[in-house]
Nanobody, 125 residues
Framework: QVQLVESGGGLVQTGDSLTLSCAVS????????VAWFRQTPGKEREFAAG????????NYADSVKGRFTISRDNAKSTVDLQMNSLKPEDTAVYYC??????????????????WGHGTQVTVSS
């Protein structure tokens, strides 16, 4: 079983930076492709960024490309999402998700098997 725990959310102002962290259960950390999704009330969960098990490949939604950076910290067994130049439209609950490294890095929520409980990010204008 893969366990994911997000942290780092909060209230920031437009233009600020924030780093989210997803702690992945240590036994499975190196066997998972991991992605960050986000969701606002009444909308589908949308892909923000993803990274393969070995950090060889990353993928970003157009809406965050150039502002967000996803990375793995192997020493801490975490997948971090560095968010810069935040905008009010980045306000959402951010979820960490994982799927087996034997499968492709997907961008649809149904492709992921394991989910964290989410962390709220609010960007004020």
């Amino acid at each position: 079983q893969v366990q994911l725990v997000e942290s780092g959310g909060g209230l920031v102002q437009t233009g600020d930076s924030l780093t989210l962290s997803c702690a992945v259960s240590v036994r499975t950390y190196g066997q998972q492709n991991v992605a960050w999704f986000r969701q606002t009330p009444g909308k589908e969960r949308e892909f923000a960024a993803g990274i393969t098990w070995n950090s060889a490949t990353t993928n970003y939604a157009d809406s965050v490309k150039g502002r967000f950076t996803i990375s793995r910290d192997n020493a801490k067994s975490t997948v971090d999402l560095q968010m810069n130049s935040l905008k009010p439209e980045d306000t959402a609950v951010y979820y960490c998700a994982a799927r087996s490294a034997s499968r492709q890095l997907g961008i649809m929520s149904y492709e992921y098997d394991y989910w964290g409980h989410g962390t709220q990010v609010t960007v004020s204008s």
